[in-house]
């Protein structure tokens, strides 16, 4: 089978963003109807999950898989530093996701490019959004468990910290979930999914695969460094199996509707509770 499509994720990567897919829609189907309590939805949306305490179990769980998930990435990245010692190249240059300059000029030369002035940027392996997107996973996850532990542990976080804590914390968990909710339902389908050339998911997440024509339109910066250092054929991979892609669909699209419904839900809402 002629070989046309590149590698974009390692299997490790992709087995760490299915941790994250499972284990954050439980998270938002179980922590919803908590946060809007208040509303006819969530009550349904509750007894769905099989109401008190087992929407609580399915939590914690799911807030397992997602400590699971942080566990192997930053266990890959200690071996990439300590092993491989390749620490300059995950804080600075093209491979790294850490921001860099050109990802300013980058958003300068998009907004520039959206309302007509000039051509569109030119991305390297990382799209800016994509690090962006990174980085406030990192922090979601850090500011998610601490508050989380601190509501799951009451009593112990009590013995050393004031009251008004458990509080705050409540409220930084509530607040934080929603907002993480509603951009992942969002800003990171649209970036990711809804775009005409996706649709209806971007499979890539699953298979690893993206066609060449995909690369160059999204990262031809990334394609043609990897040309010049002659590595481009490292990357030659055969299609993915139709049945494996059409499976990837079933499983996507449900999730992405749910996500949509979901935002909506929560969306209104919030305007309710404003007005």
């Excluded at 809007?36 to 769980?61: S, T």
Aim: with cysteine; glycine share 6%; charged share 15%.
């Amino acid at each position: 089978m002629k070989s046309e499509l590149y590698i974009r994720f390692t299997p490790l990567h992709r087995f760490n963003h299915f941790l994250i897919i499972i284990s954050f829609f439980g998270l938002v189907l179980t922590g919803m109807p908590l946060a809007f309590k208040d509303y006819a939805w969530a009550h349904c949306l509750y007894q769905l999950m099989g109401g008190y305490p087992i929407a609580g179990y399915i939590h914690r769980i799911c807030a397992g898989l997602t400590f699971l998930a942080c566990f192997l990435h930053f266990a890959q990245l200690s071996y990439a530093v300590v092993i491989k010692k390749q620490l300059k190249e995950l804080l600075w240059g093209p491979d790294s996701v850490v921001p860099q300059p050109k990802d300013l000029l980058d958003v300068l030369g998009e907004i520039i490019w959206i309302i007509g002035f000039g051509p569109r940027p030119r991305f390297e392996r990382w799209i800016w959004w994509e690090k962006m997107e990174y980085l406030s996973l990192i922090w979601g996850t850090l500011v998610m468990g601490l508050t989380g532990f601190m509501l799951w542990f009451p009593a112990n976080f009590s013995a050393f910290l004031p009251g008004w804590a458990i509080d705050l914390a409540l409220i930084v968990h509530r607040y934080e979930a929603i907002l993480a909710a509603v951009f992942v339902f969002t800003i990171h389908f649209i970036h990711t999914h809804l775009l005409p050339e996706k649709l209806p998911v971007d499979e890539a997440m699953f298979t690893g695969r993206i066609t060449e024509e995909e690369m160059l339109h999204e990262r031809p910066l990334y394609y043609e460094r990897l040309q010049s250092e002659g590595t481009l054929g490292n990357f030659k991979i055969s299609p993915p199996n139709p049945m494996f892609s059409f499976l990837s669909k079933m499983f996507a699209v449900p999730l992405l509707l749910i996500g949509l419904f979901l935002t909506g839900l929560m969306v209104s809402s919030l305007i309710l509770e404003f007005i």
